[in-house]
């Protein structure tokens, strides 16, 4: 759980230094430059980076979720195939 959240905080100032970093750049040299709206400057750069965020560990876990199937099937098929033989013949 601590991992996510600042997996989630990584990805969200990424982001928001992604999208605003022209924006910071131009306020810099002219400080007349209108203001950015909050929308665009904070809120999508935040729902970008828990989207992303959420996402990703959605896929880690569909990862897992294959993974463990995949052992499961692997255990099964080798229990059929070498797990009946006759040690007698």
Known sequence: MIITIVSMA??????L???NWSYIQKRRLDPNYPPKP????V????SLGIAYTILVDAYKGILYYQ???F?????????KLYGF???GS
């Open 67 to 69: 993974l463990i199937l």
């Open 38 to 41: 909050l929308a665009q400057s």
């Open 85 to 87: 033989k006759n040690n």
């Open 43 to 46: 809120f999508f750069p935040v």
């Open 17 to 19: 230094m992604v999208f």
């Open 71 to 79: 052992l499961v099937v692997a255990v099964v098929l080798f229990w």
């Open 10 to 15: 990584v990805n969200t100032l990424i982001f």
